[in-house]
Every structure is written in C-alpha cells, then in structure tokens.
C-alpha cells in the first residue's frame, strides 16, 4: 500500500512539474512574440543620422504630424534607416489631436535632442499656441541649430510670432495668408490660393493638412535625392491619390 501511494505522489508531482514548466514555456512564448511585434517595429535612435523633429501640442491636425513620419520613416529600397524620427511636446503628457487620437511624445521641449530639421503643424484655433511663451521659445532656440526649419497650414503663426523668419518667404492655410501678413508684416506672406509650398533659405512652408506630404517630400529630395523620393511616393501609392478617378 505504501510503495501504491509513494508512486502515486511521484506521479503527481512530475504531474504539477510538467504543468508549471508548460506554463512558464507559454508565458515566456507569449512574452516574446509580444516584445517582437513590439521591437519588430521600433526605430532605434542613431546620434550618426539626422533627426526630424516633430512639434506636437493639443488640437494639432494629426495629418501635419502623420504626414512628416511617414515621409522620413521609411527606409531606403535596402532596408536602411536614413533619420531620426521624433515627436516633441512640451510636456510628457500625451497629447489629443483635433480629430481625437492621443499621441504620447517621445520628448519634451526641455530635453530635446539636436534637430536637423523642425516641423511646425497647425491647429484650427493657434491662439493658445502663440501666445505660449515656452513653445515660442522653444522654436526659437531650435531654429538657432537646424538646417531646417518647416511649417506647415497654420504653423506659419508660431514662425511668425518666434520672428526666425522675418524678410522670408512663407505661406499657409488657404485663405490665410492676409491675416498672417497684418499679425506679422515682416514675413513675406505668399499668395495661399496660388500657392502650395514655398522655400525660402532653411524656411520652408505648405498650405497643411495633406499638402504637408508636399513639404515633407521636398525636404527629403533636399536631404537625399530624386531616387529616393520616387522610391517613398511608390511606397505610399501617391500616385494612386493623383490619378484617383481618372
């Protein structure tokens, strides 16, 4: 009866091993198939690349935001990773776009690293915005080392009201463009029914919304090549949206 009962216990506590050494090869599966959707899609930050950064603040048109990443993310034709793509926020906090997604920043204005390029978006209501003396700064300061500075719709109003721009060609939002030439005068404020995008030394400017891809696009040419861009328009089927209906 004993040596009955010593096996039964054997047999159960191999049981209860093999149970929880299965558990635990699941739960390391399942934590790895987890992290590698994750890291699948990161993009490490390379200090060697050039950094892009993106402006983000609440009520930001998302598409100002969406359209840029999408632009500098994409690899070369063999995989590589050409920039840095980052968002910025004055805080922390997650962000909520007009249309209502929260976007969480990769940095804030204080520790933001050394951008090559600076993207200013737009919202419907900039009050907020440009009488915000820290993000006013803030485009200031960074404007002082970029070799790119980019607003896109409305974001011409946070140039104006930093005063980078003054004696330089800018235009924004399609029926905009007297107001910002009577706030600023010292911009030289482009016709915006006219004209979509508009480059002036580092300063370069579109109407927004999904005209951003435009600025976006120019600048990429500038900071690679023809190839390259026609490589990025072919991955984000453009020309569909060109030829839609025809």
Same mark, same amino acid.
């Given at each position: 009866?004993?040596?009955?009962?010593?096996?039964?216990?054997?047999?159960?506590?191999?049981?209860?091993?093999?149970?929880?050494?299965?558990?635990?090869?699941?739960? +390391?599966?399942?934590?790895?198939?987890?992290?590698?959707?994750?890291?699948?899609?990161?993009?490490?930050?390379?200090?060697?690349?050039?950094?892009?950064?993106?402006?983000?603040?609440?009520?930001?048109?998302?598409?100002?935001?969406?359209?840029?990443?999408?632009?500098?993310?994409?690899?070369?034709?063999?995989?590589?990773?050409?920039?840095?793509?980052?968002?910025?926020?004055? +805080?922390?906090?997650?962000?909520?776009?007009?249309?209502?997604?929260?976007?969480?920043?990769?940095? +804030?204005?204080?520790?933001?690293?050394?951008?090559?390029?600076?993207?200013?978006?737009?919202?419907?209501?900039?009050?907020?915005?440009?009488?915000?003396?820290?993000?006013?700064?803030?485009?200031?300061?960074?404007?002082?080392?970029?070799?790119?500075?980019?607003?896109?719709?409305?974001?011409?109003?946070?140039?104006?009201?930093?005063?980078?721009?003054?004696?330089?060609?800018?235009?924004?939002?399609?029926?905009?463009? +007297?107001?910002?030439?009577?706030?600023?005068?010292?911009?030289?404020?482009?016709?915006?029914?006219?004209?979509?995008?508009?480059?002036?030394?580092?300063?370069?400017?579109?109407?927004?919304?999904?005209?951003?891809?435009?600025?976006?696009?120019?600048?990429?040419?500038?900071?690679?090549?023809?190839?390259?861009?026609?490589?990025?328009?072919?991955?984000?089927?453009?020309?569909?949206?060109?030829?839609?209906?025809?």
């Amino acid at each position: 009866m004993l040596k009955i009962l010593s096996i039964l216990s054997i047999a159960l506590l191999l049981t209860s091993c093999n149970t929880q050494s299965k558990k635990a090869e699941v739960a +390391t599966q399942e934590k790895k198939t987890s992290t590698d959707t994750l890291t699948k899609h990161l993009r490490p930050f390379n200090p060697e690349l050039p950094t892009i950064g993106l402006l983000m603040y609440n009520g930001v048109l998302q598409s100002e935001v969406v359209a840029t990443s999408d632009v500098f993310a994409k690899p070369t034709e063999a995989g590589e990773q050409l920039f840095n793509v980052i968002t910025i926020a004055e +805080t922390a906090n997650p962000i909520t776009t007009e249309e209502g997604l929260h976007l969480v920043p990769d940095y +804030t204005i204080e520790n933001c690293p050394k951008l090559t390029a600076l993207f200013v978006p737009s919202a419907y209501d900039m009050y907020a915005q440009v009488h915000n003396e820290a993000l006013v700064n803030f485009i200031k300061q960074k404007n002082e080392e970029t070799q790119y500075t980019v607003s896109n719709c409305a974001g011409a109003q946070l140039i104006g009201a930093s005063g980078i721009a003054k004696g330089h060609k800018i235009v924004t939002w399609i029926g905009g463009g +007297t107001q910002l030439q009577k706030d600023y005068p010292e911009l030289l404020v482009q016709n915006d029914s006219l004209i979509t995008f508009v480059e002036d030394g580092k300063f370069l400017s579109s109407n927004g919304n999904l005209a951003s891809y435009i600025s976006a696009l120019e600048l990429l040419e500038k900071m690679t090549d023809a190839h390259h861009r026609e490589f990025v328009e072919s991955y984000l089927y453009l020309d569909r949206l060109q030829n839609w209906g025809k």
